[in-house]
């Protein structure tokens, strides 16, 4: 409808309270008319109010709550009426009230729409809410969720901000921590109302440690972000504390179980030792052997399991997967299994009509381990004449997994109180029965932290003399079948007769049983102490007389990492060439990777083991 300006200074005294009419060109608001004025807004009266007002109504909007008007405006022109609420007043000063509107579309002027607004405050019906806020201790604010623009701040806020002064304009991370980007960890545009999100920040400058709980509210009409902050630094220091001393006490105990466990076959090895150097019979003395043997290997797989141990809580050990045929995966493991269970005399049986795997993508190593780590401690525990059972089924949905294995006993048991502590390190149920059962205390915690790499699950149920339960789930993704590597015969070994090799090692003992062993074979050995009469041995020799290096990594005056280098820049072609195996007892990835940026072949943990020491000259001599 048109209107004419009569018509308008006569609908403006018509309307009650607090009313401005305006002309609506784009954005651009022009004064027409003005109502007598009512009710007081902030600290002016109705009338003083809309003088206040007046022409400059969009300049005393705060900048960032604009938009709110403006949508407003143009929703009212085009549905007849709208309303919202925005902060009025002096935003440079931080003075202001929160202003609710109501807008009217009335009619045009001009062929320009022209819009009645009327204004009351809107921050009455909060005053109670505010004046609680103000007298907290607690730090609070309010931002708007788009733009993170401070909406409000209590006394404690302003107090504790790194501006100080007026927080209008300023966002809240920069107004409570002088940071001129957006907050890293802020998840305010995923908050739904009611929605929240804690989290503890630290401020490493000032080492201080504060909880944010941050909570989606509706403030004003619109969705904003309320924060509540509290200092926790005193809290969080004594946590440290805390967790400093049972960090001690945990290494603590670990070493003094290492340390045990370590002497307990140590002490076996000597005396056996000694028995066989006193005995007269041959049989006797290598029954003695046998026994060192046995217990070498023990001793050997518990300096393993521990460093094992030692990767997975530093988060070194890693999942390397790989494409493998099922059937041939279990088939390793089942041979052993059966091998323990018939020495044991105990029935070994498994079920694997409804596992369907045929090649699989998984860390076949980490795989085999866990499964018999559970198999060797299930047979180990089973008396004579009991069962040891293995089932395996899948592919098939069990939620987040596709394979499901279960490996049952009928052995010992353990008590169900004992149950929580199985997975602990060192942790072993001390009965009459198992005293007497050699372990590491090892094996559990190690199979729990290979099952949580994996990405699987494994739970154990247990009845003291009716034996153990375990379950385990994988997700086996399917793989391809690749080719196998060939691996050398024993009559490919013969070609190492009268092969010449450098070995490089100071421990005296060491260097003696491996030139030993390596001549038992027919192999010639040249030997140095250290890694600088190595390079000085393979600089003397003839040209291509040397076949391969051994040599140890650490070592006196030159160690093997440096050795190596040395032998590749000689300006001669067999130093380019010949193979150089490092001696290490540390293979983990970062070592490997050293040994070979050295000029290294392949990296062979010590103690080594010979069958497959010449397995792997054979391979680079053919």
């Given at each position: 409808m048109k209107l004419t300006l009569a018509e308008i200074y006569s609908l403006a005294a018509f309307?009650?309270?607090?009313?401005?009419?305006?002309?609506?060109?784009?954005?651009?608001?022009?004064?027409?008319?003005?109502?007598?004025?009512?009710?007081?807004?902030?600290?002016?009266?109705?009338?003083?109010?809309?003088?206040?007002?007046?022409?400059?109504?969009?300049?005393?909007?705060?900048?960032?709550?604009?938009?709110?008007?403006?949508?407003?405006?143009?929703?009212?022109?085009?549905?007849?009426?709208?309303?919202?609420?925005?902060?009025?007043?002096?935003?440079?000063?931080?003075?202001?009230?929160?202003?609710?509107?109501?807008?009217?579309?009335?009619?045009?002027?001009?062929?320009?729409?022209?819009?009645?607004?009327?204004?009351?405050?809107?921050?009455?019906?909060?005053?109670?809410?505010?004046e609680l806020l103000e007298d907290m201790d607690t730090i609070v604010y309010v931002c708007d969720v788009e733009t993170q623009e401070l909406l409000y701040a209590n006394r404690a806020a302003m107090n504790n901000s790194q501006l100080r002064g007026s927080y209008s304009g300023h966002t809240c991370y920069n107004y409570m921590f002088g940071k001129k980007h957006v907050c890293e960890d802020c998840q305010l545009k995923r908050l739904q109302m009611d929605g929240k999100q804690e989290l503890?920040?630290?401020?490493?400058?000032?080492?201080?440690?504060?909880?944010?709980?941050?909570?989606?509210?509706?403030?004003?009409?619109?969705?904003?972000?309320?924060?509540?902050?509290?200092?926790?630094?005193?809290?969080?220091?004594?946590?440290?504390?805390?967790?400093?001393?049972?960090?001690?006490?945990a290494k603590a105990a670990f070493v003094s179980n290492v340390s045990h466990d370590m002497r307990t076959p140590l002490n076996g090895i000597l005396g056996f030792i000694e028995l066989a150097l006193q005995s007269k019979g041959k049989d006797e003395r290598e029954e003695y052997l046998e026994?060192?043997?046995?217990?070498?290997?023990?001793?050997?797989?518990?300096?393993?399991?521990?460093?094992?141990?030692?990767?997975?809580?530093?988060?070194?050990?890693?999942?390397e997967p790989e494409n493998s045929n099922m059937q041939e995966l279990l088939d390793t493991i089942i041979v052993s299994a059966y091998a323990n269970a018939e020495v044991k005399k105990v029935q070994f049986i498994t079920k694997l009509a409804d596992m369907h795997f045929q090649d699989v993508y998984v860390d076949v190593l980490k795989l085999q381990k866990v499964i018999l780590?559970?198999?060797?401690?299930?047979?180990?525990?089973?008396?004579?004449?009991?069962?040891?059972?293995?089932?395996?089924?899948?592919?098939?949905?069990?939620?987040?997994?596709?394979?499901h294995i279960v490996i049952s006993d009928t052995g010992v048991g353990m008590d169900k109180s004992f149950l929580p502590k199985l997975f602990e390190p060192f942790s072993q149920e001390r009965t009459s029965i198992t005293r007497k059962i050699e372990g590491t205390g090892l094996g559990m915690s190690i199979v729990k932290s290979l099952v949580d790499l994996m990405g699987g699950k494994i739970t154990v149920d247990s009845e003291r003399g009716k034996g153990?339960?375990?379950?385990?789930?994988?997700?086996?993704?399917?793989?391809?079948?690749?080719?196998?590597?060939?691996?050398?015969?024993?009559?490919?070994?013969?070609?190492?007769?009268?092969?010449?090799?450098?070995?490089?090692?100071?421990?005296?003992?060491?260097?003696?049983?491996?030139?030993?062993?390596?001549?038992?074979?027919?192999?010639?050995?040249?030997?140095?102490?250290?890694?600088?009469?190595?390079?000085?041995?393979?600089?003397?020799?003839?040209?291509?007389?040397?076949?391969?290096?051994?040599?140890?990594?650490?070592?006196?005056?030159?160690?093997?990492?440096?050795?190596a280098r040395a032998i590749r820049a000689m300006s001669r072609d067999d130093a380019r060439h010949v193979p150089i195996f490092a001696l290490t007892g540390e293979v983990d990835d970062e070592s490997v990777q050293k040994a070979k940026a050295a000029g290294m072949n392949e990296c062979l943990s010590k103690p080594v083991d010979i069958p497959v020491l010449l397995q792997q000259l054979a391979a680079v001599m053919t």
């Open positions: 309307f009650p309270g607090n009313c401005l009419v305006y002309k609506l060109d784009g954005q651009q608001l022009t004064l027409l008319a003005s109502s007598e004025g009512g009710e007081q807004i902030g600290p002016r009266s109705g009338k003083e109010f809309l003088q206040y007002a007046g022409d400059s109504l969009m300049t005393k909007v705060f900048k960032n709550d604009r938009r709110f008007l403006l949508e407003t405006l143009a929703r009212a022109v085009k549905d007849g009426s709208a309303e919202c609420v925005y902060r009025f007043g002096e935003e440079s000063q931080d003075s202001f009230v929160w202003l609710h509107t109501i807008v009217k579309h009335i009619g045009k002027l001009d062929d320009s729409p022209v819009v009645a607004l009327t204004f009351r405050n809107a921050s009455e019906r909060n005053e109670a809410q505010l503890v920040r630290h401020d490493k400058d000032g080492d201080r440690y504060l909880n944010i709980e941050k909570k989606g509210i509706s403030w004003y009409g619109h969705f904003a972000c309320a924060h509540f902050i509290n200092d926790v630094t005193e809290k969080k220091r004594n946590e440290r504390m805390l967790a400093v001393e049972r960090e001690a006490s026994k060192i043997r046995t217990t070498g290997k023990f001793m050997l797989n518990l300096i393993n399991e521990t460093l094992d141990l030692s990767k997975i809580s530093s988060g070194k050990l890693e999942i780590n559970l198999l060797s401690n299930a047979i180990k525990y089973t008396p004579a004449g009991g069962s040891v059972t293995m089932c395996m089924e899948g592919p098939a949905d069990f939620g987040a997994y596709n394979c153990t339960r375990f379950d385990m789930w994988f997700f086996l993704p399917p793989g391809q079948t690749s080719e196998a590597a060939e691996v050398p015969v024993d009559g490919e070994l013969m070609q190492l007769v009268n092969r010449r090799i450098l070995l490089c090692e100071d421990n005296e003992i060491n260097r003696e049983l491996m030139q030993s062993l390596l001549s038992f074979k027919g192999i010639e050995v040249i030997a140095a102490g250290d890694g600088q009469q190595g390079v000085a041995a393979f600089a003397n020799s003839p040209e291509g007389s040397i076949d391969a290096v051994l040599m140890d990594v650490r070592m006196p005056i030159m160690d093997g990492l440096e050795a």
